[in-house]
């Protein structure tokens, strides 16, 4: 009897050091299944960035097709078009702010100051920040009530396209007031002209009767398309008329 009770002690004894045995193992696999999934998402940061730089290069790409078809005469025009071409990398690197509440102070330090700090305020809800080395100024002249578009050069086209991207996605889904500032990519000035006879070309259609028509943007380039939630009047990429910075 004595030899049973034994045995059977044994036997639950060894029941249970093997349940340990599985559950470690277990807990070592899952520990190595979490290692694998952490590493993926890694991966897929890396992934999306790539695809992002991706994405930048093709419609770099097709700014520069763009300008090209627009010629008439290729070669006659080219050192215009190498120079706008070179404008344009330029203009890559900087985002223009408009509706920023604008600073009375005649001290250009105390100016910048507010400007910093007021852009900062508007972009730090969506987790974007203002790096600590970077340029702006107000462009056109001051009008009384009316704040003038802020220039802001950053130190690369990645980081401008990036803030204007975010930005502008919440903007599109509500998470921004619908009184709240609009940013949108630096411009040239025949790109500023191209929008402006675009937005011209939308008002005529209209008084001549054309209704269901707007203006959509496909890689920064304005056309005028049929309705389908495209831009209809005033909007962030329409052009200011003063380009000279104070």
């Known amino acids: 009897m004595i ?33 694998s999934i952490d590493f993926l998402k890694s991966q897929l940061v890396d992934i999306r960035s790539e695809n992002t730089t991706l994405r930048n290069e093709i419609a770099t790409l097709n700014n520069k097709i763009q300008v090209l078809e627009n010629s008439t005469d290729g070669s ?35 100016r910048i100051a507010s400007d910093i700090k007021l852009l900062g305020d508007n972009i730090h809800p969506f987790n974007l920040s203002l790096p600590q080395d970077l340029k702006l100024f107000r462009l056109g002249r001051k009008i009384s009530g009316k704040p ?9 086209k990645e ?15 509500q998470s921004v007031p619908a009184n709240s ?10 790109e500023h002209q191209e929008i402006r006879r675009v937005y011209t070309e939308l008002e ?3 008084k001549n009767g054309e209704h269901n028509i707007s203006i959509k943007y496909r890689n ?21 008329s003063s380009l000279s910075k104070n």
């Open 204 to 206: 005529n259609r209209k």
């Open 159 to 173: 980081m401008a396209l990036n803030l204007v991207s975010v930005f502008n996605s919440h903007k599109r889904t």
């Open 181 to 190: 500032i609009s940013i949108s990519r630096g411009r040239t000035l025949l």
């Open 3 to 35: 030899f049973i009770t034994l045995s059977l002690r044994f036997a639950v004894l060894r029941l249970i050091c093997l349940c340990k045995a599985m559950n470690l193992s277990q807990n070592s696999k899952l520990a190595e299944l979490l290692s």
């Open 76 to 110: 006659s025009n080219m050192p215009q078009l190498i120079q706008e071409l070179a404008n344009r990398e330029i203009c890559a690197c900087n985002i223009i702010v408009h509706g920023l509440q604008e600073s009375s102070s005649n001290d250009p330090t105390v």
């Open 220 to 240: 920064g380039i304005p056309l005028i398309v049929p309705n389908s939630g495209g831009v209809s009047g005033s909007h962030s990429n329409h052009p200011s």
């Open 148 to 156: 003038r578009p802020l220039k802001v050069v950053l130190q690369s």
